[in-house]
């Protein structure tokens, strides 16, 4: 026998004998010791693994022993059983196939004289045996059971109940059985009946507790596993379990170690064996390709084990640590023969790693996660319709500062007499020059939108062809656009020349001019330039006064349209900080950077005035206009910085959650991979998780996880060992040296337990066991 299962095994429970005649007369009279070969040629041809001959109230020890010669030849496992008839209620009499542990012959034979001269044929009235009774014989027996209740229709028919079925006893009595894990299976026989039992079970909620094999109920060993040549063929139970009385224990007990497919693992990659050499011995573990754990004292080199296998890959940065590692490794003896070529590696997640993930803003720690997520907001898209609207506001600002300042810039000019200005010889003043820079921005946004078009838009595999042919002709129009207003720029741009030059010439002929003049002649000149720029500073002025105008907010209300990703019952989210943009936004963001009862008045407003509403003014900024600017800014960097979200049920689950929290995402998200079919390595994932948590969500995630692929992991918490129901356990312990011990959770030897080990050394290990493991004697 393996300490795995490499394969389920197929069983039957539920055979008869000659040894049934007294109920079944003639049906079983070919069903003797001398027909054994043909049964077991027929078990073999139906490839059952595990059987049990289970007569009406009665068990024979030479028929069982016969029987089990075959064990480890034709069989792998043959146990001993009866089919005890049970008086529940004074008037309702129900089959429950019990299953024993064979480890004791002498209390088999000792069953078998129950039945013939003991209290199994004193107690045995009207063909069957009150519950009382029942549970005597099973307690002077003294051996490990399992009990199969029959329940050949579905718990749902609306036909009468089979005579021997739990239902036969009613609804009430059912559910409390059921409630109350009175059995440990229930046995159906039709293959039609696996739907309906599969829905009464997920309907009602109780999947954990009603757990249904079947049996063939054979009474004609030629025509096995039917009773008689028009019967239909019957549905085979698998378990993944070691053929053991334990291993039947541990996967009758837990629904998810059976099924009547035979398929428990997929067929992702995976490794048999994990090879550690220590001190020149070699140590060949084997690995499930489900669930494998490692467990074992602190510091004994479970994280190392892990390292070792991905080629330390996971710590390539970190030379102190593979230093250390190096040094236990040359210390002890150890080399690992065993690694994992990077293409057959899903992920392996370190101790720490998902809270770390999960605290990186841009989740740069997990592309495997990042990968959820839709394509980032178009947040500068919204924020340059706030920032238009905000520029009008600041240009009002800036008009009225720009008009207080023209108006401080009036200075008093002394008055000549009327003769003294006639004399006056005037040689002008410059020419005014125009502003030219939203001209020039608007050829270089021509220019920018053309290139966009051509290099991201036209070559877009997603674009339709009419759609591109458009839009090539639109950058001919657009490049039109573009030439003609560089034309009028580049026009525009010779004037300013041309006029700064006079002006330049014109600076230096005054000068010179004003050398050879008289102080008069000088004074003359300056008035009557001063009073000409005086003239025009008013006009301005009263151009400017005329263009104040109060603020008022004309943006149009816009609903902020995140992206989304639905993945599983999340929506991956890409947002900003706000969800709409209206009036009362901008008021909120402007209110927001000036003192509380501040009012903003752009016809009024001074500088100074504006500087004394700012909160908390900046004091590197001279110019409050700009610390205006830089507060509002950085609110507005704020609001529109793009932020990652994971929501469910409309809860965000992603932002300011708790680690263990993140972990729940994150195993439901990897459980439901069905891509990539590689290796899963975890190492602790029990870190920050609540027990109620692991037990309620995390470990139904690792189970489907285990359904696609190979998973390995390091863990100290018994839940993901016991409960989970882990396919293999290697534990690490060292005396004089390494030592290295593994199997299944019901594997056993002469040298070790696995549930012992579990138990001895895993915190909570033997409390968590106590709730795992059925109690045989049952005690209602």
């Not at 980032?376 to 008009?399: C, F, M, N, P, S």
């Not at 927001?592 to 004091?619: A, N, Q, W």
Request: charged share 35%; with cysteine; hydrophobic share 35%.
């Amino acid at each position: 026998m393996g300490k795995i299962v490499e394969k389920p095994i197929k069983i039957d429970l539920h055979i008869h004998s000659v040894f049934s005649k007294h109920k079944d007369g003639k049906k079983v009279a070919f069903n003797t010791t001398d027909n054994l070969p043909i049964l077991v040629s027929k078990l073999k041809q139906n490839g059952i693994d595990m059987c049990a001959i289970t007569d009406h109230d009665k068990f024979d020890f030479n028929l069982y022993k016969k029987l089990k010669e075959y064990e480890g030849k034709e069989l792998l496992k043959v146990l001993p059983g009866v089919e005890f008839s049970v008086n529940f209620d004074g008037n309702k009499t129900i089959h429950i196939v019990t299953i024993f542990d064979d480890k004791d012959e002498e209390k088999l034979k000792n069953l078998e004289k129950l039945f013939v001269d003991g209290i199994g044929k004193e107690r045995y009235i009207n063909n069957a045996y009150s519950r009382d009774d029942y549970f005597a014989i099973l307690k002077e027996v003294g051996i490990d059971f399992v009990m199969i209740a029959h329940q050949k229709k579905t718990p749902t028919s609306t036909q009468k109940p089979h005579k021997a079925d739990v239902m036969s006893l009613g609804q009430k009595t059912f559910n409390e059985l059921l409630f109350m894990e009175y059995f440990d299976a229930y046995e159906f026989r039709r293959r039609d009946n696996e739907i309906f039992n599969k829905k009464f079970s997920i309907d009602n909620d109780v999947k954990e507790k009603l757990r249904f094999v079947t049996g063939s109920d054979c009474h004609n060993w030629n025509y096995y596993p039917n009773s008689n040549e028009n019967e239909e063929d019957v549905r085979f139970t698998y378990l993944k379990a070691l053929p053991t009385f334990k291993g039947l224990v541990m996967a009758i007990t837990d629904y998810h170690r059976i099924n009547y497919s035979g398929s428990f693992w997929g067929q992702g990659r995976y490794i048999k064996e994990l090879c550690i050499n220590i001190n020149g011995k070699e140590n060949k573990i084997p690995l499930s390709r489900g669930i494998n754990v490692v467990i074992g004292d602190n510091s004994i080199g479970k994280s190392l084990l892990l390292h070792e296998l991905t080629s330390e890959r996971a710590i390539s940065g970190k030379p102190k640590l593979k230093k250390g590692y190096e040094k236990y490794l040359c210390e002890n003896g150890i080399e690992i023969e065993t690694h994992i070529e990077e293409k057959d590696l899903f992920k392996f997640n370190y101790q720490g790693q998902i809270r770390e993930i999960f605290e990186d803003e841009n989740l740069k720690a997990d592309k495997y996660l990042a990968e959820f997520f839709p394509n980032e907001i178009d947040a500068q898209g919204y924020r340059k319709i706030v920032d238009r609207e905000l520029e009008r506001l600041y240009t009002l600002i800036e008009r009225k500062c720009n008009y207080d300042d023209q108006i401080n810039q009036l200075l008093p000019m002394e008055l000549l007499d009327e003769e003294e200005i006639e004399n006056e010889l005037v040689l002008g003043i410059e020419l005014e020059t125009s502003d030219i820079s939203e001209l020039q921005r608007l050829v270089e946004r021509f220019k920018s939108i053309i290139e966009e078009i051509e290099k991201e838009l036209i070559p877009n595999t997603e674009l339709d062809e009419k759609d591109r042919e458009r839009l090539t002709s639109e950058i001919e129009y657009l490049g039109m656009l573009q030439k003609k207003y560089e034309t009028r720029y580049e026009i525009e741009k010779l004037e300013r020349t041309k006029k700064n030059a006079f002006n330049t010439a014109l600076k230096v002929f005054k000068r010179k001019y004003s050398e050879r003049q008289t102080d008069q002649q000088n004074k003359h000149n300056a008035f009557s330039e001063e009073k000409k720029i005086l003239a025009e500073n008013i006009a301005n002025l009263i151009k400017t006064r005329l263009s104040l105008e109060p603020y008022n907010c004309q943006i149009d209300e816009i609903d902020v349209e995140p992206e989304v990703n639905p993945v599983d019952s999340f929506l991956f989210v890409s947002k900003i900080g706000i969800e709409k943009i209206d009036k009362s936004y901008i008021e909120r963001i402007i209110n927001g950077v000036l003192k509380r009862g501040s009012v903003l008045d752009v016809k009024k407003i001074t500088r100074e005035e504006l500087r004394k509403m700012i909160l908390r003014y900046p004091t590197e900024i001279e110019e409050p206009l700009e610390a205006l600017k830089a507060k509002i800014a950085t609110k507005l960097d704020s609001d529109f910085k793009p932020i990652k979200a994971i929501t469910e049920n409309g809860k965000d689950v992603y932002t300011d959650l708790s680690a263990g929290f993140n972990s729940r995402i994150y195993f439901k998200l990897l459980s439901g991979e069905e891509k990539n079919k590689g290796i899963y390595i975890i190492d602790q994932p029990e870190d920050h998780i609540s027990q109620k948590a692991i037990k309620e969500d995390v470990l139904e995630q690792f189970r489907n996880m285990a359904k696609r692929r190979q998973i390995i992991m390091v863990t100290h918490n018994p839940q993901f060992i016991v409960n989970l129901d882990v396919d293999n356990v290697i534990f690490l312990s060292k005396e004089k040296e390494i030592l290295v011990q593994s199997g299944a959770l019901e594997y056993e030897d002469d040298e070790y337990s696995i549930l012992k080990i579990v138990a001895d050394n895993i915190d909570g290990g033997i409390y968590t066991i106590q709730q795992r493991v059925k109690r045989y004697e049952k005690n209602i």
